[in-house]
């Protein structure tokens, strides 16, 4: 199992090594390189299974992702790059704040793409069900409210907003009882 190991970790490792030694690249190579790193990972841990490091595997794929989008910041790939880098902070690397500062990034930088909304609601729910920071969650919800009312995610926001600091036996005790609401008022009948 450790030579496995060992191989797939060199393999990666060339593979960044690819990506951080080409000279000038384009943004798109660069994207099309963090991608096969990307897919290269995943197989590994795939592989790997709940032996897999994940700063390991994962960790030089953000950071391939993240040059795209800090050397080539207002094009196609740098959007794909920068939401990738965000959600593998979030997800696999556990990098909360690296995660909620890439998806600001995100909708800062690119506010008219279809994934600005997630990446605006991302950075309330990181902030709220992760780091506990309610103020700074309100503040992302209520920007996602104002600038994506219409979005599908608007009704988690809003549900989110007012529920901020509350605890799961909290919303539960006050959620009405769905049957209370559609039975028939009981009225006395003549005896």
Known sequence: MMSRTVLLMSLLS???GIIGGCSSPNADEML???QAAHDQAQRAADSLGRNADAQALFGPVAAAYERVAFEHPSSL???QALFKAAELHAGYLQNVPRAIEMY???ADSFPMSAKAPTALFMVGYLYNNHLGMTDS???AYKRFLQQYPQNELATSAQFELETLGKKPEELLLARPDPQAASAPPRTKTPQ
């Open 14 to 16: 060339i593979a960044v």
């Open 32 to 34: 099309a390189q963090a």
């Open 77 to 79: 790939p740098a959007e």
């Open 104 to 106: 600001k990034r995100f």
């Open 137 to 139: 969650a309100a503040v």
